[in-house]
DNA sequence: GTTGGAATGTCAACAACACTGACGTATGCT
DNA sequence: AGCATACGTCAGTGTTGTTGACATTCCAAC
């Protein structure tokens, strides 16, 4: 069999056309992704922004701002914007570094738990849905792509978050 | 076999650890997903709004401003902006429907499927080296996955979309 | 111990892009 | 003629990103 063969046998997954529909998935999947905590959020006075920080603060209590800040690739004048309003609202608590005092220890409130516990059920729904339709084997190989689609710095803390849940 | 042990041995994958990492995949990949575009777009006087607006464009060419609509599900205020400037920088054609005269037909120009090759290419070398990495197994299940996440009726308009292609 | 640079976080102003609401025009259909 | 559809536009608002300027704190060199 010549190599021109095997290629074209087994790599048909890589046509630019099945790239393009995997384009096409991941944008539409996303919409997807996010409409629920969007329904919720937009009933309030809080954006996606918000959801983020809740999420990740609920997922690493303690967390700094700059920690929290290379999680979720933003500048910190746009997180500060988030967080204040959070704290304002009385969700995120935010405690000075006992070692370094210029650092601020972030926890979510009996309220911001709360809200976390409301937007990750409906997210979750989903995704339950999802994983329930597809079967395990599917999620993994979804795992997998993702996975190898992350820039590697962002593999890296996904990672690190991956391994502090279990 | 109880119940409780014939789930617990096989859904293990949707425990909500589970769900939780793939909420995070999702969040870390698709910002990988859009990184490559975003750094193109950002040189020139365009935003990720233009991107999506080229592509679906280039995917349907003839399509009514109102298809084009419910495919990107925003307001037709919002799609206006970006197609107003695209069309004055004569990346795109609008042109008037022949059977209705109401309706506009868009249509790449010449420099519209430039850029619109210099930001596929982009996105498509990421997404190519990702499945290739994770081999077409993973891809289908990627694909399961993500086809099973979306809104039923953008679910529809993805299938039309990949049906129309191949 | 003082000083100067680096790190951390805050405030202010601005741009991109989404939204709602209201209105105008041209066209199609009954 | 009357109503609905397709498209465009003006005005106003909200979220979320950006850059620039600045205060506080830490640490290390002097």
Do not use: W
Request: glycine share 8%; no cysteine; proline share 2%.
């Amino acid at each position: 069999m010549s190599d021109g063969a095997y290629r074209g046998e087994n790599l048909l997954f890589l046509t630019d056309e099945q790239l393009r529909q995997g384009i096409e998935a991941m944008f539409f999947a996303y919409r997807g992704f996010t409409a629920d905590p969007d329904r919720i959020l937009g009933d309030m006075a809080y954006g996606r922004a918000h959801h983020r920080a809740i999420h990740f603060i609920n997922r690493a209590p303690g967390t700094t701002v700059n920690n929290l800040l290379l999680i979720l690739g933003v500048t910190k004048q746009s997180l500060n914007r988030v967080l204040r309003t959070l704290i304002a609202d009385g969700l995120v608590e935010s405690t000075v570094g006992k070692s370094d005092k210029r650092e601020r220890h972030l926890h979510l409130t009996e309220e911001g738990k709360q809200l976390e516990q409301t937007l990750s059920d409906a997210q979750r729904a989903r995704m339950r849905a999802a994983f329930r339709d597809a079967g395990p084997d599917a999620v993994a190989g979804f795992r997998t792509v993702l996975e190898a689609m992350m820039d590697p710095e962002m593999r890296r803390a996904y990672t690190r978050l991956k391994e502090s849940g279990q």
